[in-house]
Nanobody, 126 residues
Framework: QVQLVESGGGLVQAGGSLRLSCAAS????????MGWFRQAPGKEREFVAG????????YYADSVKGRFTISRDNAKNTLYLQMNSLKPEDTAVYYC???????????????????WGQGTQVTVSS
C-alpha cells in the first residue's frame, strides 16, 4: 500500500521557520521524483518545490526561491522542505507528491504526479 505522510506543519509568526517531512512507504523511493505543492483556501493547488530521484536537481517556484529548501534522504524514504523567512502568503495546506520518474528534470504540474499525501497545514501569522 502506497503511503505519503506529511508532518511538521503548524502555526508560526512571520519571519519564522518550519521544516516539513514526508515519509514514504510502499514505493521504491529512490526511483521517484518528489515534489511539494500547496493549496490556500479558494485557490488552486500550486507547485512549490521539486527534487529528482538522485537529489542532484531541484526546482523552486519563484515565490519561495531563496527561502525554501527541498531535500531528500533515500535511505530513510523521506522528503523534506525547510521553510525560512515565512510570510503570511505562505499559509496553505502543504502536500507532498511522488512521480514514477528517474528523469533529470522536475515536473511542476499536479497531473504529472502519481501519488499524494493527505497534507499538513501551515499557518503564518503577521
Amino acid at each position: 500500500q502506497v503511503q505519503l505522510v506529511e508532518s511538521g506543519g503548524g502555526l508560526v509568526q512571520a519571519g519564522g521557520s518550519l521544516r516539513l517531512s514526508c515519509a514514504a512507504s510502499g514505493l521504491s523511493f529512490h526511483a521517484l521524483t518528489m515534489g511539494w505543492f500547496r493549496q490556500a483556501p479558494g485557490k488552486e493547488r500550486e507547485f512549490v518545490a521539486g527534487i529528482t530521484w538522485s537529489g542532484r536537481n531541484t526546482y523552486y517556484a519563484d515565490s519561495v526561491k531563496g527561502r525554501f529548501t527541498i531535500s531528500r534522504d533515500n535511505a530513510k524514504n523521506t522528503l523534506y522542505l525547510q521553510m525560512n523567512s515565512l510570510k503570511p502568503e505562505d499559509t496553505a495546506v502543504y502536500y507532498c507528491a511522488a512521480e514514477h520518474s528517474t528523469a533529470t528534470i522536475v515536473a511542476v504540474t499536479t497531473k504529472s504526479y502519481d501519488y499524494w499525501g493527505q497534507g499538513t497545514q501551515v499557518t503564518v501569522s503577521s
